[in-house]
């Protein structure tokens, strides 16, 4: 039964087990690759941001954030790009975003509970199941990615980059708030 | 690529755009009460980036204008750029009105500023932003004041001209809805209702009629300065100026906040079918990777 589940689903259940599979084959190459799982990962981010907003999928909301929150799977890439110490292949690209299955089904079952009636807006309570949940869902991402990178080192430098390049782009008014309070700047 | 779970999640996705259409409402159409025309507002909006919020400006503006609001102020975390570019971009396409605006925030308090020229410091006390925004000709509002926000807001309560009295908060937890009510009640202040928007509760979710002989901006931030708003809980008690709110009551009344307004049935199509074609995209995948078929231990077979 797992055989017919995606790559993404697979490497979640067994990571190690998967990604020794899959490096078994040849690293695939080719423009599209450098391409279409990032973009997959931002089609289905953008279609939960058009069904939180409205509550139905638009297709002008889904065009329209995928141009400016392409800026995610960039910033990733980014973060490869350190690692490989710019020699990165489509095909790692590809691979390394394979790793997202977490992080998709996440970001699914969140628009679905939001862009639900009691979902709308979110009680203290289902703050505390969200935040744990994400909590959970990343650290799982980590171990996907280490297995991955089958190094510490290689997964550290890429969240580095990446998370801190996230986090700026996104809340930065607010983390400079805080960081700036605390130092009294 | 596989194609079956391909055309399935098509299919599904293709379902909800189409269905996703059919409900898209119609123009609002201008509402009068007396002498006054009532504009449905919504002055707490954020924007991507930096605010942790999901939409960039001109997207803020489009969903703003869909869900029936004609004023806005976008209100950035310690900034107003974002907020200039959502003001331009409604004026070019004929959008809601667009108030340059901007949540100060810091850690003992937040605050609404509406109606700025520039962008106001956050490293001030309460009344000093309360200051500084006047001086720009704008209003201030207290954002959400929750019982925690109260201390910082003591020394400021002379001098701020509006309360979030209807807030996301307030429909969360009856003590939030206590604790905003019994800030807004401490003196005479402008009553509002905002929604807060980050990623969902929607522009609008909850809201702010202001009453004004004419649309433009001087008359709506005067309106929010001298207390001609009135804003609707769910349960239809109204906030704001009882002259108001007894003339909305003799007119038909106004829109309630905290009532989600997702469309009917073609709208619960579209967000069914998008769920069920993400998740077959996600479960079942859209691309295999070259002659991998099986995960068996066996390997991969060609």
């Known amino acids: ?185 | 690529m596989e194609t079956g779970p391909v055309r399935l999640a098509a299919v599904l996705i293709a379902i909800a755009v189409l269905s996703g259409l059919v409900d898209y409402p119609a123009p609002r159409q201008p509402v009068r009460m007396g002498e006054y025309r009532v504009l449905a507002g919504d002055f707490h909006v954020h924007m991507f980036p930096l605010d942790a919020a999901t939409l960039s400006p001109w997207d803020v503006v489009v969903e703003a204008r869909r869900r029936g609001l004609d004023v806005i102020a976008l209100t950035g975390h310690n900034h107003t750029w974002t907020a200039r570019i959502g003001r331009w971009f409604s004026q070019m396409t004929g959008g809601p009105m667009v108030l340059i605006g901007e949540e100060v925030i810091t850690p003992p308090y937040d605050m609404i500023a509406v109606g700025l020229t520039r962008t106001v410091r956050w490293q001030r006390s309460a009344a000093a932003t309360a200051a500084e925004i006047h001086r720009q000709g704008g209003v201030a509002i207290a954002a959400h004041p929750l019982r925690g926000y109260w201390p910082a807001y003591d020394e400021a309560m002379p001098v701020i001209d509006g309360a979030e009295v209807l807030h996301p908060m307030a429909f969360v937890a009856p003590e939030f809805a206590a604790e905003l009510r019994e800030f807004y009640e401490r003196r005479e202040l402008t009553a509002v209702g905002s929604s807060d928007f980050h990623a969902n509760a929607y522009p609008g979710f909850s809201r702010t009629h202001v009453f004004v002989r004419e649309v433009t901006e001087q008359a709506v931030l005067d309106a929010l300065r001298t207390h001609q708003t009135v804003t609707v809980d769910r349960d239809g008690t109204a906030y704001g100026n009882a002259h108001l709110i007894r003339l909305a009551e003799a007119n038909g009344g106004l829109a309630r906040s905290g009532i989600v307004e997702n469309g009917g049935m073609w709208s619960s199509l579209s967000r069914y079918a998008a769920l069920a074609g993400m998740i077959v995209a996600v479960l079942f995948g859209l691309f295999r990777p070259h002659r991998y078929h099986r995960v068996d231990g066996r390997g991969a077979a060609g």
């Open chain 1, 1 to 185: 039964m797992l055989s017919s589940l995606s790559p993404e689903i697979q490497i979640m259940l067994r990571p190690k087990r998967t990604l020794l599979e899959l490096n078994k084959l040849p690293l695939e190459d080719g423009r599209w690759l450098l391409w279409r799982r990032p973009l997959f990962v931002l089609l289905i981010l953008c279609c939960s941001f058009s069904l939180m907003t409205s509550g139905r999928l638009s297709l002008h909301l889904v065009a329209s954030t995928a141009i400016y929150w392409s800026f995610l799977p960039l910033v990733q890439i980014l973060g490869l790009i350190a690692v490989e110490r710019g020699h990165l292949k489509a095909g790692t690209i590809d691979r390394f975003f394979m790793g997202h299955g977490p992080t998709l089904l996440l970001v699914t079952a969140f628009a679905a509970w939001t862009s639900s009636t009691a979902g709308i807006v979110l009680s203290p309570a289902s703050v505390d199941f969200w935040a744990l949940t994400a909590a959970a869902m990343l650290l799982w991402s980590c171990w996907i990615d280490y297995r991955f990178f089958n190094s510490f080192r290689k997964l550290a430098i890429q969240r580095a980059i990446s998370w801190t390049l996230f986090s700026v782009i996104f809340m930065g008014s607010w983390l400079w708030n805080e960081i700036a309070w605390r130092l009294g700047l």
